[in-house]
């Protein structure tokens, strides 16, 4: 787990040097796997109505309910890498 681990966070590193900004579904993505890795499954409420980027990120994270940090972490080192190329 340290060797993903360290990989993840070197990832959460390099996608803030991204040349072109992503899509905004591939940027949910991307913060919902984060957030998984990070600290596992979806917590505190769900946002306000009116808070349309709030509402769609907790969305996206709580999607992810249920997968593993380790798993999570995979899937967003490798949606980065797949971004530098």
């Known amino acids: 787990m340290a060797d993903i681990k360290t990989e993840f966070e070197e990832a959460a590193k390099a996608v803030k040097t991204l040349a072109q900004r992503p ?20 917590n505190g409420p769900k946002p306000g109505f009116f808070d349309f980027v709030g509402t769609a990120k907790y969305d996206a994270w709580e999607k ?6 380790e798993e999570a972490m995979q899937k967003y080192v490798a949606t980065v890498k797949s971004l530098l190329k």
């Open 64 to 69: 992810l309910k249920g997968t593993k940090a």
């Open 23 to 42: 899509d905004n579904d591939t940027l949910l993505k991307l913060y919902a796997l984060y957030k998984q890795g990070a600290e596992g499954d979806v």
